[in-house]
């Protein structure tokens, strides 16, 4: 068995696992940090895989239509 890392559902943060089969952060803590990195009280728990595939608004590409200003000289 190869455990592939993944996002952590709590802080989108790379999972991966220890030896003994835990979850652990990339940056090897175990408890999440937010964006700020300051400690929150959530621990490393990956994205449950039947999760990732339907993620609300996730197939939805927003296109900027920036007008193109073409000079003829
Ligand atoms: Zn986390």
Redesign the pocket.
Same mark, same amino acid.
């Given at each position: 068995m190869n455990p592939r890392p993944g996002p $952590? &559902? @709590? $802080?989108? &943060?790379p999972?991966v696992h220890d030896p003994q089969g835990k979850p652990i952060?990339t940056s090897r803590e175990y408890a $999440?940090r937010d964006p700020w990195g300051s400690l929150t009280n959530? @621990?490393?728990?990956l994205v449950p895989a039947v999760g990732r595939a339907s993620v609300p608004g996730a197939g939805r590409r927003v296109t900027k239509s920036r007008p193109q200003s073409t000079v003829d000289e």
């Open positions: $952590c &559902r @709590h $802080c989108g &943060r999972v952060l $999440c959530t @621990h490393a728990e």
